[in-house]
């Protein structure tokens, strides 16, 4: 089945820097790729996503590109602010299986 | 608010004794999965069920159990506890059968003393 590694676990970053979370996956059926962010006492919710038509996706301050070749893509979130403090989690989906999410990357964006 | 509803939010019991945890999906959304979330472990996918009938199963040990009814929320049975299962448990809802957003709701605490 699908296996999806994250680094780094911990990131901190001074406000106003770019932070960047790597994922790699194993299953070269997967096609969705969706990104979650878990602030502290509530549930993951999804940020971004990209699907495997396409290389790179922004929304704002965040991004996410994808390389089909190298199974493994990456957020990148540039000016970082407080609020963005929080659990990232990349995900993979593929063939008949849910979501299979990484372990979470805890940034910490200091002030 | 995601509109998925979890109950009980926080539960503490002891070894040996039996659970269930309940979830209201998003209204409209016939897809229910139950995630595990334990420290360092991320979120570990343990069943869905779509539309009352069981589609997929992940890691979900044989003293767990869960169901979806018709009027689409779903339990999740936790018997025979041990320390090891204390974790935060989350149900998460989307529309279809593979889609990809998922809707999680805010989780229920499970400790094991």
């Known amino acids: ?111 | 608010d995601s509109g998925v509803t979890q109950t009980p939010k926080h539960l503490i019991t002891a070894t040996g004794q039996r659970v269930t945890l309940r979830c209201s999906p998003r209204s409209g959304d016939l897809s229910v999965y139950w995630y595990q979330q334990s420290l360092d472990q991320g979120l570990q996918f343990l069943i869905q069920y779509y539309n009352g009938e069981e589609r997929a199963k992940g890691n979900i040990l044989e003293r767990f159990s869960a169901q979806q009814f018709p009027d689409l929320h779903s339990e999740l049975n936790l018997s025979s506890l041990e320390l090891g299962d204390s974790a935060l448990y989350f149900c998460a809802s989307s529309v279809g059968l593979t889609t990809g957003e998922l809707f999680f709701g805010e989780g229920s605490r499970l400790t094991v003393l």
């Open chain 1, 1 to 111: 089945g699908e296996n999806v590694e994250q680094h780094p676990s911990t990131l901190s970053v001074q406000e106003g820097d770019s932070a960047v979370i790597k994922c790699t996956y194993s299953d070269s059926a997967s096609n969705y790729f969706p990104w979650y962010k878990q602030e502290l006492g509530k549930g993951p919710q999804l940020i971004i996503d990209i699907r495997s038509n396409v290389g790179e996706k922004k929304d704002q301050r965040i991004a996410v590109t994808l390389n089909k070749t190298a199974k493994h893509f990456s957020l990148h979130i540039t000016e970082t602010q407080p609020e963005d403090s929080a659990v990232y989690f990349c995900a993979a989906l593929g063939g008949n299986t849910p979501l299979v999410f990484g372990k979470g990357t805890r940034l910490s964006v200091i002030a």
